[in-house]
């Protein structure tokens, strides 16, 4: 894919609300089948993005880092979202040996947190989002990979808290 002005959205984000408001907006441009690796330093905000996201879809649970569990599952209406943290990894191989691969299909959203850790062996995202501190809100550059990717940048309506 080309990457051009319209491949990539970026912007402050003033406090967590702005980085909730930033995953809601997000629930209405994703579709099922969409890998989303979210990258930043830890206390970036990764987490609560994937709130965000969540709440945007109508998902009324509790939504917590996958830190030591390495993946949560939020199973909704018409997909589940699968949210990975793999900071914990130690190997790639890892990631083959939790069969985690399976969890990566046309029925499911997909949110990765250092996928590095994986090496090569996770799917191509079609989106990453990189969060940065800064000051006391945060910085993001969300990024299409993929057709796909791109036609979710195209849905997607960044609201007014975000762009602070």
Same mark, same amino acid.
């Given at each position: 894919?080309?990457?051009?002005?319209?491949?990539?959205?970026?912007?402050?984000?003033?406090?967590?609300?702005?980085?909730?408001?930033?995953?809601?907006?997000?629930?209405?441009?994703?579709?099922?089948?969409? @890998?989303?690796?979210?990258?930043?330093?830890?206390?970036?905000?990764?987490?609560?993005?994937?709130? =965000?996201?969540?709440? =945007?879809?109508?998902?009324?649970?509790?939504?917590?880092?996958?830190?030591?569990?390495? @993946?949560?599952?939020?199973?909704?209406?018409?997909?589940?979202?699968?949210?990975?943290?793999?900071?914990?990894?130690?190997?790639?191989?890892?990631?083959?040996?939790?069969?985690?691969?399976?969890?990566?299909?046309?029925?499911?959203?997909?949110? @990765?947190?250092?996928?590095?850790?994986?090496?090569?062996?996770?799917?191509?995202?079609?989106?990453?989002?990189?969060?940065?501190?800064?000051?006391? =809100?945060?910085?993001?550059?969300?990024?299409?990979?993929?057709?796909? =990717?791109?036609?979710?940048?195209?849905?997607?309506?960044?609201?007014?808290?975000?762009?602070?």
């Amino acid at each position: 894919m080309v990457m051009d002005d319209t491949s990539v959205r970026s912007g402050n984000l003033s406090d967590e609300s702005a980085t909730l408001a930033l995953g809601a907006s997000m629930a209405d441009a994703l579709q099922a089948g969409v @890998v989303l690796f979210l990258q930043g330093d830890l206390g970036a905000g990764k987490t609560t993005f994937t709130r =965000g996201l969540l709440a =945007g879809l109508a998902y009324h649970g509790k939504v917590k880092s996958p830190t030591y569990t390495l @993946v949560e599952s939020y199973p909704l209406a018409h997909f589940t979202v699968h949210h990975f943290d793999l900071y914990r990894f130690a190997d790639p191989e890892e990631w083959d040996d939790a069969g985690f691969r399976d969890y990566f299909g046309a029925d499911s959203i997909c949110l @990765v947190e250092w996928p590095d850790k994986a090496g090569g062996l996770l799917p191509p995202p079609d989106l990453t989002l990189e969060l940065e501190v800064s000051g006391t =809100g945060r910085t993001y550059r969300l990024t299409a990979r993929t057709e796909t =990717g791109q036609s979710c940048l195209t849905r997607l309506s960044i609201p007014p808290a975000a762009v602070c």
